[in-house]
């Protein structure tokens, strides 16, 4: 099934639930980074996002150092951003609050 891009007013309303995500310039993406106490629990956070992300097919891009992991969510085939952005994001600031972040 393939996903629809999300409206401006969607998007926005989207964002105010989500507190250091920022939405770029096209609306096409959003992106944060995750600060963890160490590499272990920076990719403790990358396994579980990566199963949460699997379950979902939706795949984030994604870099990671020490303990620093750098995020960008877009939907390539709808062209911007749709509700799977939203659900991965989500999923990751929960996966970032059991690592006290």
Same mark, same amino acid.
């Given at each position: +099934? $393939? +996903?629809?891009?999300?409206?401006?007013?969607?998007?926005?309303?989207? +964002?105010? @639930?989500?507190? @250091?995500?920022?939405?770029? %310039?096209?609306? *096409? *993406?959003? *992106? $944060?980074?995750? #600060?963890?106490? =160490?590499? &272990?629990?920076?990719? @403790?956070? +990358?396994?579980?996002?990566?199963?949460?992300?699997? #379950? /979902? =097919?939706?795949?984030?891009?994604?870099?990671?150092?020490? *303990?620093?992991?750098?995020?960008? /969510? =877009?939907?390539? %085939?709808? @062209?911007?951003?749709?509700? /799977?952005?939203? #659900? /991965?994001? $989500?999923?990751?600031? #929960?996966?970032?609050?059991?690592?006290? &972040?």
């Amino acid at each position: +099934m $393939k +996903m629809e891009r999300l409206e401006r007013a969607t998007i926005e309303a989207e +964002m105010a @639930g989500l507190a @250091g995500w920022a939405l770029n %310039d096209a609306a *096409s *993406s959003i *992106s $944060k980074t995750f #600060k963890f106490a =160490n590499f &272990v629990e920076a990719f @403790g956070f +990358m396994t579980e996002a990566a199963i949460r992300a699997e #379950k /979902l =097919n939706h795949h984030p891009e994604w870099f990671n150092v020490y *303990s620093r992991v750098d995020v960008t /969510l =877009n939907t390539h %085939d709808a @062209g911007g951003l749709t509700e /799977l952005d939203f #659900k /991965l994001a $989500k999923a990751m600031e #929960k996966a970032a609050a059991r690592r006290g &972040v």
